[in-house]
């Protein structure tokens, strides 16, 4: 008799639905029989890692039949001087989704909720899930809002309960790219009640100087229930190390760091990230590039009536008056990887990432066919 181990599974594993990333090019390639593909699907760094990463990497190597260090001892220093807080308050993982998973391990069971936006990460739904907590989940802001598909900070204070722990916002947001304005998202934090923790996801601070959605790093002396979540993926350019931190009250990391595994963090990541920390003009350079592509692109899409969510990331969320998985496909044999986001409750719409000039040229150039535009 077949052992049908899905019954043995813990409840809230049996019907979870693993994240998809986007089509690596070495597979499109190697299923299409094509070459010299674009990828604009990962929101990755285009210009790829920085000198002083790679040289970093390089030194490191020399070491990797050692351990690393499991407490990160130079890189928490770095953040600490960065952030201007206590070295107790960093927990890093392995990319900012783990630290997302250690807090839902930490603060979440069965008996408990946590609270996300309908177009939220879909990490948040993942790490609530397989905890069995329940999933109070907010509808996003209607399309003829300014901020279409964006957060309503009502919705989710409407949500918060005796079980509430943990509430899950990403500013700017993935895939939408929408953002909160700080001082909105800032009164938020203030309005929770004690037993509620608001974990605010930054993954793509850096593109931007956080002007308008605000540096909540900045925060955490002020509020002892507030998450901070970064990554070394984006502008930083190292997501193949996976890389991240958060920043808390050094209780709430104490916990965290509890759960966390031994070693999650290698010796190759750590040292690419603190040489990254110190690279501003590689920094200043992607945020550059981004800024003039994601220009470039919108005003593409307004010229051609194309309608897109507002985004302060790396990425435009755009819509394609239909089924979007055959525009996938028709972008998929032309050589260019972008990601279909049904999986996010939006089957009409694509999210691209912004390349290199000559790939968003490459891009632009096939829209207009593979969306039949005349």
Not at 196 to 202: A, S, W
Request: hydrophobic share 45%; charged share 20%.
């Amino acid at each position: 008799m077949q052992q049908k181990f899905v019954q043995l599974a813990a409840p809230g594993v049996r019907d979870l639905h693993p994240y998809q990333p986007g089509k690596p090019i070495s597979e499109l390639e190697r299923e299409y029989g094509i070459s010299g593909s674009v990828k604009l699907a990962s929101n990755e760094n285009p210009l790829g890692p920085g000198e002083a990463a790679l040289a970093a990497i390089k030194k490191a190597s020399q070491h990797i039949h050692l351990y690393p260090d499991g407490n990160g001892f130079y890189l928490k220093q770095a953040l600490a001087k960065k952030h201007q807080v206590p070295v107790e308050a960093i927990t890093l993982g392995n990319g900012s989704n783990e630290v997302i998973m250690l807090a839902a391990e930490t603060f979440l069971t069965s008996q408990h909720e946590a609270i996300y936006s309908q177009h939220g990460f879909a990490a948040y739904p993942i790490a609530v899930q397989a905890v069995g907590a329940t999933a109070r989940v907010v509808p996003a802001l209607g399309l003829d809002h300014p901020m279409r598909r964006g957060d309503d900070l009502n919705g989710f204070a409407d949500r918060v309960t005796a079980d509430t722990r943990l509430i899950f916002i990403a500013n700017p947001n993935n895939p939408t790219g929408t953002w909160l304005e700080a001082q909105r998202l800032k009164d938020f934090v203030a309005s929770m009640p004690a037993h509620v923790i608001v974990i605010i996801d930054q993954a793509y601070f850096e593109y931007n100087d956080g002007a308008v959605y605000g540096d909540a790093s900045l925060w955490i002396s002020e509020y002892p229930n507030l998450i901070v979540a970064r990554s070394f993926s984006k502008a930083y350019g190292l997501a193949g190390l996976r890389i991240g931190y958060c920043l808390s009250h050094p209780d709430v990391a104490s916990l965290m760091n509890r759960v966390r595994l031994a070693f999650n963090t290698n010796e190759l990541a750590q040292a690419a990230a603190l040489a990254a920390l110190g690279a501003h003009d590689y920094l200043e350079k992607a945020r550059q590039i981004n800024a003039a592509g994601l220009t470039r692109f919108t005003d593409f899409c307004d010229a051609h009536k194309i309608s897109y969510c507002p985004s302060m990331g790396n990425f435009l969320l755009i819509d394609v008056q239909g089924d979007a998985l055959p525009v996938y496909e028709r972008l998929l044999r032309k050589g260019i990887i972008v990601r279909p986001v049904g999986g996010y409750g939006l089957p009409e719409s694509l999210r691209i990432s912004i390349g290199l000039p000559e790939e968003m040229d490459r891009l632009m150039s096939a829209l207009p066919e593979v969306l039949e535009l005349g």
